[in-house]
């Protein structure tokens, strides 16, 4: 039981890994940059819940009002002002590559220092709707519950954006071959930035999702970059299911390993899936071929 | 040629003899600036003869730092000074050795991302380990190290490293990985064994930055797995490194000096805003110095010129 227990909560914590890595994915798979400073917006969406919350009651969900919209602007911004320049500028794809990482880190550490002086380094937490939930006989927290439910919804949402509409099309096409789809009409630059934004603002929701039932600090950014991005690895780049789905792995196996090993190597899991699925599948664990 | 050579080889080496001397004419706390200065030197040059020729963006330095620390606080009750010294710089070199076979064949961004969290990873199995095998969290270490050693030890590393890297340029090997730097698959096309070529300069570098935090750990009396795997300490190398311009012998060293200065001025005064301050240099160097200082002096030489 208790066994089935660790599972359930690992479903419950998969279900937001599946969602941060397809915000990681519309940034990387789509608009092909690699933004180490992906889970400041995270960091940024659980505070505004916090103090939203804390100071002035205004609940968790309604703070997206304001958060949301604050990320995926900025978001927006460093694409166009920070990221784009530096497209132009680079010689081939490794400079490229090699110029974001490293911008990226500059703009991590810039967040978090602010972070650090303006609100401390301790660890934050608030209680909402901490109520005991029975699911098929096991108890869980009913803010788990929602966040996982919140979570998968907006994932299916995005999946079907994708999948079904015009505009998930062009991006998709985008993803596969950004030099092609300017011949068929498809405004590249344009969507590639409304895909990196929309990276952010859904970062912003992970945030707050995951405010409401773990605690978290002005360095909790990177922590969340790294899961998503051994998630999209493990899930095949530009793959959405398949990061769902690789999420959710991610989640359950990071419960067992803390029930069966100890809950001090959770990041040890994360580092031997990451090394097994990049030996074994480079090309991700979903992805054909 | 030859005599410019031998010109060149007894001003380093006076300039050795007089950097040797210094602790004798300088106060403890200046001794101390020193030390944090060579041991970043060493760790800068030996990061970018890695990282910098072949753009696999490495952030272990911390973890062979810690390494090397933590050989020293195991170690340091049982074995004599020197031998933990010769032990620590292997054990970072076999680490290296399995790091870079199961990931130095992939593309940049999942080594980076490797890299990254291997610091991190090693420091929650050594604490995993500490809390229920040995149940001690932190350590001591009982060497008696004056400053002055420590610096002496650091000053020879840094020689040897410079002079090894100024050495391996001119192998075979050294324009191997020059070469595989520009373009992997003509490397690979020339016969160079890619692979293994990285992997060999990868842990070669990794074992550097080892010994220095070997040598490093003789200032602690106390060590704890925070302290030992600070990831910090990797992405002040990387921006020392990139300050300075990561394909020239002196670049590296060039960009470790004024940035040890600035970090010891910044946690001594603004402690809060040294992130920010990190932050701000790479995106600084990003835009404005892409080649680094180096690359900086060579434009300003080419425009005297013209």
């Not at chain 2, 992130?275 to 835009?287: E, K, M, N, R």
Request: glycine content about 10%; charged content about 10%; aromatic content about 12%.
């Amino acid at each position: 039981m208790v066994l089935f227990e660790a599972v359930l909560s690992g479903i419950l914590v998969g279900g937001m890994y599946g969602l941060i890595a397809l915000g990681l994915n519309l940034q990387y798979g789509i608009a092909r940059m690699m933004n180490l400073a992906y889970g400041e917006a995270l960091m940024g969406g659980a505070f505004t819940a916090f103090w939203f919350f804390t100071l002035w009651r205004i609940d968790p969900l309604a703070s997206m009002l304001f958060s949301v919209p604050v990320a995926f602007v900025g978001n927006w911004l460093i694409y166009r002002y920070l990221l784009t320049p530096l497209v132009r500028r680079a010689a081939n794809q490794d400079v490229l590559e090699a110029d974001t990482i490293l911008v990226t880190f500059g703009l991590l550490f810039v967040f978090q220092g602010v972070a650090l002086v303006q609100w401390g380094g301790e660890y934050r937490g608030y209680t909402y709707l901490a109520v005991p939930l029975n699911v098929l006989g096991a108890t869980v927290a009913l803010n788990r519950v929602l966040a996982f439910a919140a979570a998968v919804a907006l994932a299916l949402a995005l999946y079907w954006l994708l999948r079904s509409t015009r505009l998930g099309g062009a991006m998709r096409a985008i993803a596969i071959d950004p030099v092609a789809a300017q011949l068929v009409a498809i405004d590249v630059p344009r969507l590639s930035a409304l895909a990196f934004a929309t990276g952010g603002a859904i970062m912003a929701v992970a945030g707050t999702l995951v405010s409401m039932f773990l605690s978290f600090n002005a360095s909790i950014g990177i922590v969340y970059t790294l899961k998503a991005l051994i998630v999209v690895i493990m899930g095949g780049v530009g793959r959405m299911l398949g990061c769902l789905m690789a999420g959710l792995l991610l989640g359950v196996a990071e419960a067992l390993g803390a029930y069966l090993v100890d809950p001090g190597l959770t990041l040890a899991i994360n580092f031997a899936l990451f090394l097994l699925v990049l030996l074994v599948r480079p090309q991700g664990l979903f992805s054909r071929g | 040629m030859v005599e410019n050579t031998w010109f060149r080889c007894s001003i380093a080496a006076a300039a050795v003899a007089f950097l040797a001397a210094v602790p004798l004419m300088v106060s403890a706390y200046t001794v101390s600036l020193l030390v944090s200065m060579l041991a970043y030197i060493s760790l800068a040059t030996a990061w970018a003869f890695f990282s910098g020729r072949t753009r696999y963006i490495s952030l272990a330095t911390a973890a062979f730092v810690g390494i090397g620390t933590y050989t020293v606080a195991l170690l340091s009750d049982h074995l004599p000074l020197p031998m933990v010294l010769v032990i620590a710089p292997v054990v970072g070199f076999v680490v290296a050795l399995g790091v870079g076979l199961a990931t130095l064949r992939l593309s940049g961004v999942y080594f980076v991302i490797f890299t990254f969290g291997l610091a991190e990873l090693i420091k929650q199995v050594v604490i995993w380990f500490e809390i229920n095998q040995t149940k001690t969290l932190a350590r001591y270490i009982f060497v008696n190290a004056s400053g002055a050693l420590i610096y002496e030890l650091l000053l020879a590393t840094a020689v040897v490293v410079l002079a090894g890297v100024w050495w391996l340029s001119r192998t075979p090997l050294g324009y191997a990985l020059r070469v595989i730097g520009e373009d992997e698959m003509v490397a690979r096309h020339a016969g160079i064994d890619t692979t293994r070529v990285k992997v060999l300069i990868f842990a070669a570098t990794s074992a550097v930055m080892s010994l220095v935090g070997a040598i490093l750990s003789l200032r602690y009396t106390y060590v704890d797995p925070n302290i030992g795997f600070n990831s910090l300490v990797s992405f002040q190398v990387l921006i020392m490194a990139l300050l300075g311009g990561i394909g020239r012998l002196w670049g590296p060293a060039m960009g470790a000096i004024p940035l040890v200065l600035l970090f010891e001025l910044l946690s001594g005064t603004f402690p809060h805003y040294f992130s920010i301050a990190v932050g701000l240099c790479f995106v600084v160097i990003v835009y404005y110095l892409p080649g680094g200082v180096m690359g900086l002096m060579d434009r300003w030489r080419a425009r005297l010129r013209a």
